[in-house]
Nanobody
Framework: QVQLVESGGGLVQPGGSLKLSCVAS????????VGWFRQTPGKKRELVAR???????DYADSVKGRFTISRDNGKDTVYLQMSSLRPEDTAVYYC???????????WGQGTQVTVSS
């Protein structure tokens, strides 16, 4: 069992930046995929960005060029650097770590990001 704790959310003006952190209670180096998802009321949770152990990354089209995901296996931490934030980025952001052999899938409790003037 791995517990994930997100931090770094808050209120920011349009065009501003935030950096989210996700600290794991155990090692994340054994997880092939670490990622960030977001959800707004009444909508499905959507992928924002994910990072593979190979070093490859994958982003939602809406955040490409603005968000950067990274992982520090030594600190068991996943980051999401968000820049040029827009009101439509407002959501609860969730950290996720996942592997398939064996299947393991863990989620954090979420952190609120609000982009508003």
């Amino acid at each position: 069992q791995v517990q994930l704790v997100e931090s770094g959310g808050g209120l920011v003006q349009p065009g501003g930046s935030l950096k989210l952190s996700c600290v794991a209670s155990g090692s994340i180096s054994g997880f092939n995929i670490v990622g960030w998802f977001r959800q707004t009321p009444g909508k499905k949770r959507e992928l924002v960005a994910r990072n593979f152990n190979s070093g490859a990354t994958d982003y939602a089209d809406s955040v490409k060029g603005r968000f950067t995901i990274s992982r520090d296996n030594g600190k068991d931490t996943v980051y999401l650097q968000m820049s040029s934030l827009r009101p439509e980025d407002t959501a609860v952001y969730y950290c996720n770590v996942r592997d398939y052999l064996p299947y393991r899938d863990y989620w954090g409790q979420g952190t609120q990001v609000t982009v508003s003037s």
